[in-house]
């Protein structure tokens, strides 16, 4: 299994930015797909995650500004950035979480990265301000 972000970069502050995660090895099947982000020194965070059926849920930092969305036609998973702000400025990894298909499990953001199996090599978003 593979993920692959891209798609990173720097801009300025109210800018946009759109994370690319390509998986292979495996098929979106049942699973929650992430995104985390993180800066040196501080803790892992879940920025928003999607379900197999679409479902979404969001960090508060980053509701009404970024969007998580996949095509699973091309095994891709996104995460559209608006209105970057100076403090969105971090490592950005794309995670996948296979689901049993009989599991209640929910995928929601709070759940920590402990709780993901495969992880990208991250991508790196920078704002200034």
């Known amino acids: 299994v593979q993920l692959v972000e891209s798609g990173g970069g720097s801009v300025q502050a109210g800018g946009s930015l759109r994370l690319s995660c390509a998986v292979s090895?495996?098929?979106?099947?049942?699973?929650?797909m992430a995104w985390f982000r993180q800066v040196p020194g501080k803790e892992r965070e879940g920025v928003a995650v999607?379900?197999?059926?679409?479902?979404?849920d969001y960090a508060d930092s980053v509701k009404g500004r970024f969007t998580i969305s996949k095509d699973n036609t091309k095994n891709t998973l996104y995460l559209q950035m608006n209105g970057l702000k100076s403090e969105d400025t971090a490592m950005y990894y794309c995670?996948?979480?296979?689901?049993?298909?009989?599991?209640?499990?929910?995928?929601?953001?709070?759940?920590?990265?402990?709780?993901?199996?495969?992880w990208g090599q991250g991508t790196q978003v920078t704002v200034s301000s």
């Open positions: 995670a996948s979480r296979p689901v049993s298909y009989y599991s209640d499990y929910i995928c929601d953001v709070g759940r920590g990265g402990h709780e993901y199996d495969y």
């Open positions: 090895g495996y098929s979106f099947s049942k699973n929650c």
């Open positions: 999607v379900d197999s059926d679409g479902n979404t």
